[in-house]
Structure formats: C-alpha cells, structure tokens
C-alpha cells in the first residue's frame, strides 16, 4: 500500500514538472531581455524590414514579419509602405533547439518494458533491482524540450547605429514555432523599450 502512495505520488511529481515546463494550459511564459540606445526624442518613426535572400523568400518569415509590423504599429511607428526612406531599419531572426530532459521515478510495477509511452517519452532499460534498505527501485523518463528564440534589431538606417535589439526565448514541449510566435512578438515589445539590460518574464494567456 505504502510502495502504491510512493508511486501515485511521484507521478503526480512528474506530472507537475511537465506542466511547469510547458506552462499553463492557458497561458505562454517567455523570458525577454533588452538592450537599448533608443532616443527620448524619436522624431523620425518610419521603419522598413531588412530581409536575408533566404527571408525574402520564405513565406513563413513574411507573417512573423507581419507580426512585429502590427506592433511597432500600435506603438505608434508607421511603416515605409512607399519606400521613400526609412529611418529605422528592422532584422529579425528566430529559431527552436531540442534538450532531452531526464527524470529519475519509482519503477511503476504495471510497466510493461522499455519503449515509447504517449505522454511520457521513452522509457529505458529492463525492470530494476529492488532493494528493500534503498527504497524502491528507480527508473528514467525523457522527454524533449523546445527552446524557441526570437531575435529582433532595429538600426538606425543613415548612420547603421543599433537602437535597440531584443531577445525572446520560451521553453516547452512544441517545437511548432508558428503558434508560439505571436505571443513571442507581443513579449518582446510588451514593455518597450524598457530598462536596458534587465531580464523579465512575460506571461500571456492563449487566444
């Protein structure tokens, strides 16, 4: 009855080490540091997106580009539709990388080998020695982890001076990055353009 509790309990543990990794259900954490020269007198708003040769033709890259446009919009800048010269210049960069996240649990008695369990990840090795001194027997659970990266510059274009740049990271369990990426904009200029050099959490719920 007492190895039972011990079980239950440990993968409630698990359960809500899964769930503080990915988040809420509801709701996407990002971390958000900026740095920044940006004018207190900003007379020139104008700005104007300077893609790679890979970007310009990517459509994925068109609506995150779209995304930031719709926020520097908001934060009252006005996009050079016309190309007549603009005096801010906008990169941007993103990406996702993979770490494999191991977990030490009891062994569950009702685990039938190793192999790949939805929810779980995989599962390795065969059933582990039980010392009855030591506690029940222990074995692994890994799982992938998504670290999904935003990178936004915005130079000013006469004299090529950055002014700000700002980076967005957020971990969780979907390397889809598309449906991350909206939020990760409104991160990055959440409270722009803030204090210089100072990391923050942002935490927005999901449409």
């Not at 809420?24 to 300077?50: G, L, N, Y």
């Not at 790949?116 to 990840?121: K, Q, R, S």
Request: proline residues 6%; aromatic residues 14%; charged residues 20%.
């Amino acid at each position: 009855m007492i190895q039972r509790l011990r079980l239950a309990a440990a993968l409630l543990l698990l359960g809500a080490m899964v769930t503080g990794l990915t988040g809420c259900a509801a709701t996407i954490q990002s971390d958000v540091i900026a740095f920044h020269q940006w004018p207190a007198d900003m007379k020139e708003r104008t700005f104007a997106f300077q893609r790679s040769a890979g970007q310009d033709a990517s459509l994925e890259y068109r609506v995150y580009e779209d995304l930031v446009r719709n926020e520097l919009l908001r934060l009252g800048y006005i996009a050079d539709t016309e190309k007549r010269g603009a005096a801010l210049t906008v990169a941007i960069g993103y990406d996702v990388r993979t770490a494999q996240v191991v977990v030490n649990q009891p062994y569950d008695p009702f685990w039938y080998g190793p192999g790949f369990y939805p929810g779980w990840g995989w599962r390795h090795g065969a059933y582990p020695y039980y010392d009855p001194f030591f506690g029940p027997p222990m074995q692994q659970t890994t799982y992938p982890i998504y670290t999904r990266r935003l990178h936004i510059v915005i130079n000013a274009t006469a004299d090529k001076k950055p002014l700000y740049e700002v980076e967005v990271s957020s971990e969780g369990q979907n390397a889809n990055l598309s449906k991350a990426m909206p939020y990760m904009v409104r991160s990055a200029f959440s409270d722009f353009p803030g204090q210089s050099g100072v990391m923050h959490r942002v935490k927005l719920k999901i449409d």
